[in-house]
């Protein structure tokens, strides 16, 4: 598990000073309030015309002076205008071209093959552009980082800064993170729909199957309306990016008779230089915490590139294969079926399509602040980061200018009593600290420049139709509507913390925008305008973005825990994946939800699929439900039944395997054996444990049962009746146990057996134990046994030998089915802290935590404080160990619960806070729980909303107080749409 330590670290990292951007400051000289030198550009046609028409009056000319007058004011108004609503991300030459362009659009069809650039992909998976260049594209498969402090956070950028700045260095790239409609949880209830209708399955199964499978459809999925992300990283090379350097002296360059030694560049050359970029962009992002990153191969590329300019079907092997071998034109699969460009959107067809792009940074970026937007739900949206490096030496050249001139403009203004000089000097103060970063460390500039592309499409219209019926005209206006109302939601997390940017979606020039954020493309807007539309940045504000957090995990044989409450997904994860020991750990206050969900996931787990076996553990009855839906044998653990501690089964061909299955069965007899001698009264019984371990073997090899040869496992089982017999022979013939026929030794042996058949009379007919002779009566280990609920309340009133004596004869017959059960199982003990408070159940399950993996068997442990797996200085490690081999771990609401305790599972103060104080728990009312998931090869903590469908809430609530049809009665209810969240 997490160690303490790591999180005591990761406190205290501090944010990195280089996620900074330095404002932009207007340095140009002004002529007055609202205009400047630079505005005279503007005026001037303005001045031309004026002074043509002066000039015509003075020259007896009316008609040219009357012309010329009035074109200038009208031209001179118009400019004014214009310069004094300007922005700085544009001019009015632009804004002039933006809406002759807007115009002419509208009457003419957009050329799809120049909207894409989209000309052929390699085997590989580059895609070749129209421009030339080769882009490659890396998958970056994201970190959790819910609930990470302030030091965590600084961390994972600080990290990711590094990678950009030491590692990327001068490769230009660009981050894309896109989303569409999430699908596993679809997937999920056309699973249980499948195994509902398998013949196999009984009614009451179907039944609870099928109305879980409606909760997911008609109720779960729309309200969480999740979203699947995705994220990768593209980087391109272009011809003269594959060029070495040359040592042409300049003459030679200027000698038109001298070859300037330019070569021909082959697209080998080119492919060449882009995968060696890929390749470092890989390297760079596996160095980053928990990031995952892989290249991207030909059918993801072309569906992700399809996807983008909205035509969402996936690219399947075929049309992939058909576009590699050139029967198909990779432009014709990415073009979008319909590219019109509207005032403020982009018609695509099936989406309506709106970029906004980032003009204004915060001054000092938080860490991750982008992690709000990559995890919404209900919108489909796309995040494109064009990073473009620039030599550094340049970069500081610049600053010290720009440093010069924005401390020339802050004097000015504070001769003049200008109270923004205020905000010039904060700006300075910001170029100051760049400078000295890109000087003094290994911190790289970059130009960055941001869009978000925000979407709707036909069921987001429908959605809003049925929202506002009365208020809609159309269809398209149904569209147009969701798409308005999907900007202002992203919008809204983009204004606020932890992002403070501003965003714009200029209208003329959407389309160019929609290009721009495109992960195949160029900058566009940036290269086709005069205003610079890119923000110079030290890599760590790169870093700072951190968009790969928020994970979906839906692994396919995994258990439904419920929803990752970060961005919504479907939370499936099996303990059998984890990498190390399957074990898992559930702990929370009583009727905090832990039972309850636990029983949820593992029966989902139990129906799903063949093969599985369940078993459960508790002395509260809570399993009584589960046990009836899975048809599962219902046993009362008391003395009153017969029980065999030395059934034995050969858990493989293997002769060690047996041996060491021959010698747990005689120790977990001698176990049996103390414990009730021990609830007879019998002081000194572990002084009699030689005799019963040498009954036990000989008791087995009476039987034919030959420890290292396993088929004579075979043989038949003994009993306590065979161990009795077995003990009265070594009572009667003596010399037949011992080593020498020596009086004494045969003698002393005698003595000690005839004094252990005394104290073992409780085994005699009327005897306290005279149940437990004979053949099995509770019997788990046969093959027809697929679930099984151990219930022991019957032995709340035994005295803790007898108590201790039962639970471990239990035990190892879990033992036994373990070994021979066909496929994974799970054995859940509910209130594990009654077996770890006895030392020898908790050393069993200590033993048994480290040999059960081998055999896809994971023990599961629920309880109800973390302290009860955390050992105390007087007590062995047993607890630590157990803690230590869980893969899982699942925290409910657990309130009085010390830091030091919590520390030792690795939860920082933020976790602390979220189990102790805000986890909703399930007797609330409010029809769900809240937990924090851990799983080992996953970072950090998952906060995790838990609830169940009504047809589960109705076995998980039946006792057999209930009656025999209680069950099938409340599955009547299953098809309604609502949630519950369970007591305990």
Same mark, same amino acid.
């Given at each position: 598990?997490?160690?303490?330590?790591?999180?005591?670290?990761?406190?205290?990292?501090?944010?990195?000073?280089?996620?900074?951007?330095?404002?932009?400051?207007?340095?140009?000289?002004?002529?007055?309030?609202?205009?400047?030198?630079?505005?005279?550009?503007?005026?001037?046609?303005?001045?031309?015309?004026?002074?043509?028409?002066?000039?015509?009056?003075?020259?007896?000319?009316?008609?040219?002076?009357?012309? @010329?007058?009035?074109?200038?004011?009208?031209?001179?108004?118009?400019?004014?205008?214009?310069?004094?609503?300007?922005?700085?991300?544009?001019?009015?030459?632009?804004?002039?071209?933006?809406?002759?362009?807007?115009?002419?659009?509208?009457?003419?069809?957009?050329?799809?093959?120049?909207?894409?650039?989209?000309?052929?992909?390699?085997?590989?998976?580059?895609?070749?552009? %129209?421009? @030339?260049?080769?882009?490659?594209?890396?998958? #970056?498969?994201?970190?959790?980082?819910?609930?990470?402090?302030?030091?965590?956070?600084?961390?994972?950028?600080?990290?990711? +800064?590094?990678?950009?700045?030491?590692?990327?260095?001068?490769?230009?790239?660009?981050?894309?993170?896109?989303?569409?409609?999430?699908?596993?949880?679809?997937?999920?209830?056309?699973?249980?729909?499948?195994?509902?209708?398998?013949?196999?399955?009984?009614?009451?199964?179907?039944?609870?199957?099928?109305?879980?499978?409606?909760?997911?459809?008609?109720?779960?999925?729309?309200?969480?309306? &999740?979203?699947?992300?995705?994220?990768?990283?593209?980087?391109?090379?272009?011809?003269?990016?594959?060029?070495?350097?040359?040592?042409? +002296?300049?003459?030679?360059?200027?000698?038109?008779? /001298?070859?300037?030694?330019?070569?021909?560049?082959?697209?080998?050359?080119?492919?060449?230089?882009?995968?060696?970029?890929?390749?470092?962009?890989?390297?760079? *992002?596996?160095?980053?915490?928990?990031?995952?990153?892989?290249?991207?191969?030909?059918?993801?590329?072309?569906?992700?590139?399809?996807?983008?300019?909205?035509?969402?079907?996936?690219?399947?092997?075929?049309?992939?294969?058909?576009?590699?071998?050139?029967?198909?034109? %990779?432009?014709? /699969?990415?073009?979008?079926?319909?590219?019109?460009?509207?005032?403020? !959107?982009?018609?695509?067809?099936?989406?309506?399509?709106?970029?906004?792009? *980032?003009?204004?940074?915060?001054?000092?970026?938080?860490?991750?602040?982008?992690?709000?937007?990559?995890? *919404?739900?209900?919108?489909?949206?796309?995040?494109? /980061?064009?990073?473009?490096?620039?030599?550094?030496?340049?970069?500081?050249?610049?600053?010290?200018?720009?440093?010069?001139?924005?401390?020339?403009?802050?004097?000015?203004?504070?001769?003049?009593?200008?109270?923004?000089?205020?905000? #010039?000097?904060?700006?300075?103060?910001?170029?100051?600290?760049?400078?000295?970063?890109?000087?003094?460390?290994?911190?790289?500039?970059?130009?960055?420049?941001?869009?978000?592309?925000?979407?709707?499409?036909?069921?987001?219209?429908?959605?809003?139709?049925?929202?506002?019926?009365?208020?809609?005209?159309?269809?398209? @206006?149904?569209?147009?509507? %969701?798409?308005?109302?999907?900007?202002?939601?992203?919008?809204?997390?983009?204004?606020?913390?932890?992002?403070? #940017?501003?965003?714009?979606?200029?209208?003329?020039?959407?389309?160019?925008?929609?290009?721009?954020?495109?992960?195949?493309?160029?900058?566009?807007?940036?290269?086709?305008?005069?205003?610079?539309? $890119?923000?110079?940045? =030290?890599?760590?504000?790169?870093?700072?973005?951190?968009?790969?957090?928020?994970? $979906?995990?839906?692994?396919?044989?995994?258990?439904? !825990?419920?929803?990752?409450?970060?961005?919504?997904?479907?939370?499936?994860?099996?303990?059998?994946?984890?990498?190390?020991?399957?074990?898992?750990?559930?702990?929370?206050?009583?009727?905090?939800?832990?039972?309850?969900?636990?029983?949820?996931?593992?029966?989902?787990?139990?129906?799903?699929?063949?093969?599985?076996?369940?078993?459960?553990?508790?002395?509260?009855?809570?399993?009584?439900?589960?046990?009836?839906?899975?048809?599962?044998?219902?046993?009362? /653990?008391?003395?009153?039944?017969? #029980?065999?501690?030395?059934?034995?089964?050969?858990?493989?061909?293997?002769?060690?395997?047996?041996?060491?299955?021959?010698?747990?069965?005689?120790?977990?007899?001698?176990?049996?054996?103390?414990?009730?001698?021990?609830?007879?009264?019998?002081?000194? &019984?572990?002084?009699?444990?030689?005799?019963?371990?040498?009954?036990?073997?000989?008791?087995?090899?009476?039987?034919?049962?030959?420890?290292?040869? =396993?088929?004579?496992?075979?043989?038949?089982?003994?009993?306590?009746?065979?161990?009795?017999?077995?003990?009265?022979?070594?009572?009667?013939?003596?010399?037949?146990?011992? !080593?020498?026929?020596?009086?004494?030794?045969?003698?002393?042996?005698?003595?000690?057996?005839?004094?252990?058949?005394?104290?073992?009379? $409780?085994?005699?007919?009327?005897?306290?134990?005279?149940?437990?002779?004979?053949?099995?009566?509770?019997?788990?280990?046969?093959?027809?046994?697929?679930?099984?609920?151990?219930?022991?309340?019957?032995?709340?009133?035994?005295?803790?030998?007898?108590?201790? %004596?039962?639970?471990?004869?239990?035990?190892?017959?879990?033992?036994?089915?373990?070994?021979?059960?066909?496929?994974?199982?799970?054995?859940?003990?509910?209130?594990?802290?009654?077996?770890?408070?006895?030392?020898?159940?908790?050393? !069993?399950?200590?033993?048994?935590?480290?040999?059960?993996?081998?055999?896809?068997?994971?023990?599961?442990?629920?309880?109800?404080?973390?302290?009860?797996?955390?050992?105390?200085?007087?007590?062995?490690?047993?607890?630590?160990?157990?803690?230590?081999?869980?893969?899982?771990?699942?925290?409910?609401?657990?309130?009085?619960?010390?830091?030091?305790?919590?520390?030792?599972?690795?939860?920082?103060?933020?976790?602390?806070?979220?189990?102790?104080?805000?986890?909703?728990?399930?007797?609330?009312?409010?029809?769900?729980?809240?937990?924090?998931?851990?799983?080992?090869?996953?970072?950090?903590? *998952? =906060?995790?909303?838990?609830?169940?469908?009504?047809?589960?809430?109705?076995?998980?609530?039946?006792?057999?107080?209930?009656?025999?049809?209680?069950?099938?009665?409340?599955?009547?209810?299953?098809?309604?749409?609502?949630?519950?969240?369970?007591?305990?």
């Amino acid at each position: 598990m997490t160690q303490n330590t790591q999180h005591t670290i990761d406190a205290q990292i501090q944010k990195d000073p280089g996620q900074i951007v330095p404002p932009r400051v207007d340095t140009s000289i002004d002529i007055t309030d609202h205009l400047s030198l630079k505005d005279l550009k503007t005026l001037a046609p303005a001045g031309v015309l004026t002074t043509a028409g002066v000039g015509g009056l003075f020259t007896g000319n009316p008609t040219l002076g009357t012309v @010329g007058l009035g074109a200038g004011a009208v031209a001179g108004v118009g400019a004014i205008g214009m310069t004094v609503t300007n922005r700085w991300y544009n001019s009015p030459r632009e804004r002039v071209a933006d809406w002759y362009s807007h115009i002419r659009s509208d009457d003419e069809n957009t050329a799809l093959a120049d909207v894409t650039g989209v000309a052929g992909m390699t085997d590989d998976g580059l895609v070749e552009m %129209a421009d @030339g260049r080769v882009v490659g594209l890396v998958r #970056v498969d994201p970190q959790n980082a819910a609930l990470l402090d302030d030091g965590g956070q600084n961390s994972l950028a600080a990290s990711l +800064s590094s990678a950009i700045d030491e590692q990327v260095r001068d490769i230009p790239f660009r981050i894309y993170s896109t989303t569409r409609d999430e699908k596993p949880g679809t997937v999920v209830a056309q699973r249980y729909e499948e195994r509902a209708l398998d013949p196999t399955t009984d009614v009451d199964q179907s039944d609870v199957l099928l109305g879980t499978a409606d909760w997911l459809t008609d109720g779960d999925i729309p309200n969480w309306n &999740a979203r699947e992300w995705k994220h990768y990283v593209a980087v391109d090379a272009a011809p003269s990016d594959a060029l070495g350097p040359t040592d042409e +002296s300049l003459w030679d360059i200027a000698n038109p008779l /001298v070859d300037t030694g330019v070569e021909t560049v082959s697209d080998e050359q080119v492919w060449k230089k882009t995968n060696k970029r890929v390749q470092t962009v890989v390297d760079a *992002i596996n160095s980053v915490g928990e990031l995952e990153a892989e290249r991207v191969e030909a059918a993801e590329a072309l569906s992700m590139a399809r996807n983008y300019w909205g035509r969402t079907d996936e690219v399947g092997g075929p049309l992939a294969g058909d576009v590699l071998a050139g029967e198909t034109e %990779a432009g014709h /699969v990415v073009n979008p079926e319909t590219f019109d460009e509207q005032r403020g !959107w982009v018609d695509l067809g099936d989406e309506f399509a709106r970029t906004l792009w *980032i003009a204004e940074y915060p001054t000092e970026t938080e860490s991750m602040w982008l992690s709000r937007l990559t995890s *919404i739900r209900g919108i489909n949206v796309d995040l494109c /980061v064009n990073a473009d490096p620039v030599d550094k030496d340049a970069a500081i050249h610049e600053l010290s200018q720009k440093i010069a001139d924005v401390g020339s403009e802050g004097m000015d203004r504070q001769e003049d009593g200008d109270v923004t000089t205020m905000d #010039v000097d904060d700006a300075n103060d910001a170029n100051v600290k760049m400078r000295k970063l890109l000087r003094d460390t290994p911190s790289q500039p970059w130009d960055v420049s941001t869009y978000v592309v925000v979407r709707a499409d036909n069921e987001a219209a429908l959605n809003t139709a049925d929202e506002t019926l009365s208020a809609v005209e159309s269809f398209d @206006g149904a569209k147009h509507a %969701a798409l308005d109302e999907a900007e202002q939601d992203v919008r809204d997390l983009l204004t606020t913390t932890p992002a403070n #940017v501003t965003p714009i979606a200029p209208s003329l020039v959407q389309g160019t925008l929609l290009r721009s954020a495109s992960p195949l493309t160029t900058d566009v807007w940036n290269d086709e305008t005069p205003a610079d539309k $890119s923000r110079r940045v =030290p890599g760590a504000v790169i870093g700072s973005m951190f968009p790969f957090c928020g994970v $979906s995990i839906q692994e396919e044989s995994g258990m439904d !825990w419920g929803r990752n409450e970060q961005n919504g997904s479907l939370l499936r994860l099996s303990p059998f994946e984890r990498g190390g020991a399957p074990h898992q750990l559930t702990i929370g206050q009583t009727r905090a939800g832990k039972t309850y969900s636990a029983s949820k996931a593992a029966m989902r787990w139990w129906l799903e699929r063949d093969g599985r076996t369940l078993i459960t553990i508790d002395t509260q009855q809570g399993f009584d439900g589960v046990t009836r839906l899975c048809n599962g044998k219902h046993i009362e /653990v008391d003395a009153s039944q017969s #029980v065999n501690p030395l059934r034995i089964t050969a858990p493989s061909d293997d002769p060690q395997d047996c041996a060491r299955e021959f010698r747990m069965t005689v120790e977990e007899t001698v176990a049996f054996l103390t414990n009730l001698l021990r609830s007879d009264g019998v002081d000194n &019984a572990d002084e009699f444990a030689p005799i019963l371990s040498q009954a036990a073997e000989s008791t087995l090899s009476r039987a034919g049962i030959d420890a290292h040869q =396993p088929e004579t496992f075979n043989n038949g089982n003994p009993n306590l009746s065979d161990f009795i017999d077995t003990l009265i022979d070594m009572n009667e013939s003596p010399e037949k146990y011992t !080593w020498s026929d020596d009086g004494h030794e045969v003698e002393s042996h005698k003595t000690q057996v005839g004094e252990l058949l005394t104290k073992l009379r $409780s085994f005699q007919e009327g005897g306290k134990y005279e149940a437990l002779v004979g053949e099995d009566e509770i019997d788990i280990v046969s093959d027809d046994v697929e679930m099984a609920y151990l219930d022991l309340h019957s032995l709340s009133g035994s005295d803790d030998a007898e108590k201790s %004596a039962m639970l471990m004869l239990m035990l190892s017959q879990v033992r036994k089915k373990i070994k021979t059960a066909p496929g994974e199982t799970v054995l859940m003990l509910d209130e594990a802290h009654v077996l770890l408070d006895n030392p020898r159940t908790a050393n !069993w399950l200590q033993k048994a935590a480290r040999e059960f993996a081998r055999y896809d068997a994971s023990l599961w442990f629920l309880s109800q404080s973390p302290k009860d797996f955390v050992s105390a200085d007087s007590e062995t490690d047993a607890r630590d160990t157990i803690r230590g081999q869980c893969g899982m771990v699942h925290i409910f609401r657990t309130p009085a619960v010390d830091d030091d305790v919590l520390a030792e599972f690795g939860l920082n103060q933020t976790q602390r806070e979220f189990v102790r104080e805000k986890a909703v728990r399930g007797k609330s009312g409010r029809g769900y729980s809240e937990c924090l998931i851990y799983a080992e090869d996953i970072a950090g903590w *998952i =906060p995790t909303y838990v609830e169940t469908s009504p047809a589960e809430d109705a076995v998980l609530s039946w006792s057999r107080d209930d009656g025999d049809e209680a069950l099938a009665d409340d599955q009547g209810q299953d098809r309604t749409v609502a949630a519950a969240g369970g007591d305990d």
